[in-house]
Each structure stands twice: as structure tokens, then as C-alpha cells.
């Protein structure tokens, strides 16, 4: 019968946590990639309708034309 040491398993444990954490890492990363992006394309969203409402408003409040001299 051919066992491990006991040495042995603490590193192969200790590389399987290693991969995990990394695994662990990767996937936080990748969430706050998406969750970067998403406010990205919010806010890019919120600019145009600011604009588009500044435009309402720039035409709203014109002043009347000057009638014309006769």
C-alpha cells in the first residue's frame, strides 16, 4: 500500500485553495467589470436625455422674435 506523506496533502490542498481563490478573483473582477459598464451605459443614457431636455427648454424659453419695422 502506497500512501502520501502527510506533507504531500497539506500542498496539494494548499494549491487547490490557491486555485479556488483565483477562481474567486476572476469572477469579482468580472462582476465589477459588468457592473462598471452598466453605469456607463446609464449615465451615457442620462447625459442625452439632459440634453434633450435643455434643448425643450432653450426653445421654450426664447425670446418672441421682434416684429418687423414697417
Known sequence: MNLTPN???QTRNAKRENG???VL???LLA???LYMNSNQLALH???RD???VEQK???KF???PKPAQP
Open 57 to 59: 427648454q432653450l426653445k
Open 45 to 47: 443614457s442620462l447625459k
Open 25 to 27: 478573483v476572476f469572477a
Open 31 to 33: 462582476v465589477m467589470v
Open 50 to 52: 439632459l440634453r434633450v
Open 7 to 9: 506533507s504531500e496533502r
Open 20 to 22: 479556488s481563490a483565483t
Open 62 to 64: 426664447q425670446p418672441p
